[in-house]
């Protein structure tokens, strides 16, 4: 069992930044990748940024050059930092992890960008 907790959503205005970390705990070997994902009202949720165990990183088109994703291997923490944040950036943000053949999920933290 792998257990994801989110911090650092919030409000911020349009341009701002935000930086969201997610702390796993639990059975945490044999990561196959993990990565943020969001959920906007009415729309289904969508990728964001994903990490693979390999290195490789995709970004969704709507964020790249905008949002970056990093890990602390040491702190078992995964971030992802919000740069030049607009408006349709608005969502619950969830975090994920998928260990041997499981998906794990995050509770989501909101983040609301004000225009």
């Known amino acids: 069992q792998v257990q994801l907790v989110e911090s650092g959503g919030g409000l911020v205005q349009v341009g701002g930044s935000l930086r969201l970390s997610c702390v796993a705990s639990?059975?945490?070997?044999?990561?196959?990748?993990m990565g943020w994902y969001r959920q906007a009202p009415g729309k289904q949720r969508e990728s964001v940024a994903l990490?693979?165990?390999?290195?490789?990183?995709n970004y969704a088109n709507s964020v790249k050059g905008r949002f970056t994703i990093s890990r602390d291997n040491a702190k078992n923490t995964m971030s992802l930092q919000m740069n030049s944040l607009k408006p349709e950036d608005t969502a619950v943000y969830y975090c994920?992890?998928?260990?041997?053949?499981?998906?794990?999920w995050g509770q989501g933290t909101q983040v609301t960008v004000s225009s």
């Open positions: 639990g059975s945490i070997f044999n990561i196959y990748s």
């Open positions: 994920y992890y998928w260990v041997r053949g499981n998906d794990y």
């Open positions: 990490m693979y165990s390999g290195g490789r990183i």
